[in-house]
T-cell receptor, first 116, second 114 residues
């Protein structure tokens, strides 16, 4: 099955600096890569995703890059703010078999702390 | 707004008890999922369902079973709870086919088995 590794497990940055979280996946059939943010005590929520036919996607201060050859993808947050402090999870997914669901395999998570 | 709800936020059970966790979604989603979340391990898929009465094992199905009798409801069952099943349990749902593939999560149930 798919295996997703995520680094670092913890990341502290000064407010206004950039943060980068990296993930690698094992199955070349994976073609969808979402990122979820989980604030303390809350449910995970999708913040950005990318499909394998795209190399980069941006949404305001967040961006995701994908290198299919190397099987890795990264989350970039610029101009970090205290409200960016949360646990971030990457995931990888492939098309489900006929009649089945598209599953997600998650990384282990990164605790991002933005210091004021 | 998509709403995924779970029957309890906190639950304390004794070893050997049968435990039911329920999840309900109101978006007519075909797919529903059960994960457990443990520090340093991320979210691990226990079981999922892509249609009523259909289920598939995820990565860690041992010690769990599921039931989906209605489209909006997906239950996780711990037949005989053990202390190593103490965890946060998250339910999620997603659309059946085609984009978007987003999974919408419930608030979680923190289960403690003593």
């Amino acid at each position: 099955g798919e295996n997703v590794e995520q680094h670092p497990s913890t990341l502290s940055v000064q407010e206004g600096d950039s943060a980068v979280i990296k993930c690698t996946y094992s199955d070349s059939a994976s073609n969808y890569f979402p990122w979820y943010k989980q604030e303390l005590g809350k449910r995970p929520q999708l913040i950005i995703d990318i499909r394998s036919n795209v190399g980069e996607k941006k949404d305001q201060r967040i961006a995701v890059t994908l290198n299919k050859t190397a099987k890795h993808f990264s989350l970039h947050i610029t101009e970090t703010q205290p409200e960016d402090s949360a646990v971030y999870f990457c995931a990888a997914s492939m098309r489900g078999s006929s009649g089945s669901a598209r599953q997600l395999t998650f990384g282990s998570g990164t605790q991002l702390t933005v210091l004021p | 707004d998509v709403k995924v709800t779970q029957s309890s936020r906190y639950l304390v059970k004794r070893t050997g008890e049968k435990v039911f966790l329920e999840c309900v979604q109101d978006m007519d989603h075909e797919n529903m999922f059960w994960y457990r979340q443990d520090p340093g391990l991320g979210l691990r898929l226990i079981y999922f369902s892509y249609d009523v009465k259909m289920k598939e094992k995820g990565d860690i199905p041992e010690g769990y079973s599921v039931s989906r009798e209605k489209k909006e409801r997906f239950s996780l069952i711990l037949e005989s709870a053990s202390t190593n099943q103490t965890s946060m349990y998250l339910c999620a749902s997603s659309k059946g086919t085609g984009a978007p593939y987003e999974q919408y999560f419930g608030p979680g149930t923190r289960l403690t088995v003593t």
